[in-house]
């Protein structure tokens, strides 16, 4: 917003330059942009905080100018001269308020015998320097006072009011009004407006209409000045794409008792500059309870508590009665009155605010505060979570963070069975209108985005927060909005691999990432953690690939999942390559107990080393195979590996080849041949009564 200083000198004494003057209003919060022109001429171009609507006039703007250089602020400008014996203002037009909730107060005064015409140099020139053009001396006079005192003001022709009555109330049904802009506009029930007898003639605080106004014939004003409820104003503004200079004051909250000065100094000008008569009396009706002044109690170690200045009692009251407070001893500090004009203010750390930037934000000391502790931090889990990370980026995968807000589709590809993501009442965008449940969406897309510029060999890990209602999986056509009884936020751990696992080499084929890799991590990770996982066959794979699934237990519970992508859910991300995803439930894994780390010593004697080529039914798990064959050899089994895997036509249907490596190895002797064919007996046996395995010929 642009201010004239010559402006400002009519109502507080001005000795530095506009350079310096610039400066200081800066130092306390008023921004100075630029400086046009010089001395008197000089119009200072202000950022002026948004919630600050008391400093967007040339007055709000000295009262700030005489504050922080300790001068007076001159008073209001004078009162209007009234024309003796003519008929009273009430004689001429009526005021009613029907919508006391959106208009606390309503000033009107009438003036006669008016002749419209250019307005003088003088006003012409300050409205040009900020930035207005001028219309006529009426339109002129009101946004002159606008500008000069902060508060909003409408001209109407009287002898066009039906009725010569005024009534504020909420617009009818279907009712339109043609505003000063040439535009009709539909208006609603909850919209406020200014109507005459029959009809409406102006949006309260917004725009006028054109039926009422002012035009080269009018003699006859009704001026009005009145204090409309801010979140009114804004939602009419808004409702109606319809912003001007009046509702951008009004929104954020005009001062009502500057209401009858604005229309005196408006009515004083247009006699001045109008050869207007004023009629006697001001028509003026306000709600009861309406802008109520405010007390606040303001400590002063509260000042020093949240600025680490020190200010002595005197200083402070100084500082707050130069803005315009009013501040009473108080035991501990000062009740401070809060000025009507002052709508930012509401609070005690508002008024310590305005002491600190009064005193000058320059001076608050360089000091560490203290910041007394309110809980105790889990380290241990911390530690925790750093050795994942280390563990997952020793293993080649990169760390990404994916947004919290997500897709109710996505969430829903790949969510758990029984939880749902949490619904956000107002969306910031489209396709983010839940919390996420799961991390498998976030970076299933960001593989996609990696693979759709070019990148094909994608890992990456997420270790973030998840948030569940827990609920019976509901249909896919409800998921949106599938009920559920409580919210639940844990911490948990995502992978997602794709494209190449092992290069291109003369010496070794190509090998795409797989379930294997992934699993693979997690359990380089466990071991680093010192805590156990088994997998499992998950009960229903979806949305994973049959037979390439398996869910994580941990202390006999289901703490996270791992698998292949199935292909229709891949396609449903836009996905054709092969995708390997996992997630660990951080907040159940970590509350396991850690495995005591055991110790033995190394191996003094040989080991016997077999292989077997054993044929197997599809379905039976590895996992199986390995503990019956550790628990048919004893103590003499030291290690068990599975070094291949062959399916053909040369095999039973339903049954493949694997390939076992089994070390035996005594930790006091060197076995002998008998005893390692005893037990490879054994095992074989073992292997054949519980899962029906024979050797391959």
Known sequence: MKFAVEWMRE???????????????????????????????????????PNRPDGMNVYGLAREVAALSSKTLYSYPAAVRESAGAPPASAAATVAIEAADLCGRYCARVVRNIRVAPSPDWIVRRLGAIGLTPVNNVVDITNYVLWELGHPLHAFDLTRLEGRRIVVRRAHRGETIQTLDGVARRLEPEMLVIADATKAVAVAGVMGGAGTMISAGTTEVLLESAWFEPSGVRRTSKRLALSTDASYRFERGADIEVAHVAIDRAAALLAELAGGEVAPGLIDIRAEGAMAKRTIHLRTSRIETLTGMRIEPQRTRKYLEALGFEAAAAPDGFEVVVPRHRQDVSAEADLVEEVARSAGYDAIPETIPHLPGTGAVNRFAH?????LRSS??????????????????????LREEGVAGVPLTNPMAEGQEILRSTLLPGLTMAARHNLNHGVREVRLFEIGRVFRRVEGRAAHEDRKHAPGPETDEQLCAGIVATGLARARHWSEPARESGFH?????????????????????????????????????????????VGLLGEEVAARFGIKAQVAL?????????????????????????????????????????????????????????????FDRYEGKSLPEGHISVAVNIVYQHPDRTLALEEVQAAEAKVLAALHDRFGVTLRR
């Open 392 to 413: 997952l980026l020793g293993s080649g995968y990169s760390e990404a963070m994916t947004y919290s807000f997500i897709s109710s589709d996505d969430d829903w590809l």
């Open 11 to 49: 109502f507080v004494e001005i000795t530095i330059s506009p350079a310096e003057l610039a400066t200081r209003l800066t130092s306390v919060g008023f921004v100075v942009d630029t400086i046009e022109g010089a001395g008197d001429t000089a119009i200072l171009d202000v950022d002026v905080p």
């Open 582 to 642: 996992a997630e660990i439930n951080l907040s159940l894994l970590f509350a396991a107990p850690a495995t005591p780390l055991a110790f033995r010593p190394i191996p003094r004697f040989p080991a016997s080393s077999r292989d077997l080529a054993l044929v197997v039914g599809r379905e039976t798990a590895w996992r199986d195979i390995e503990s019956a064959i550790s628990e048919a050899g004893g103590d003499l089994v030291a290690r068990v590996a599975l």
């Open 383 to 387: 530690r925790r979570e750093e050795t």
């Open 517 to 561: 890799d992934v699993k693979g991590a997690i359990e380089e990770a466990l071991q680093r953690l010192s805590l156990r996982a088994t997998f499992e066959l998950p009960a229903a794979p979806n949305p994973f690939r049959p037979g390439s699934a398996a869910r994580m237990i941990s202390d006999g519970v289901v703490v996270g999942r």
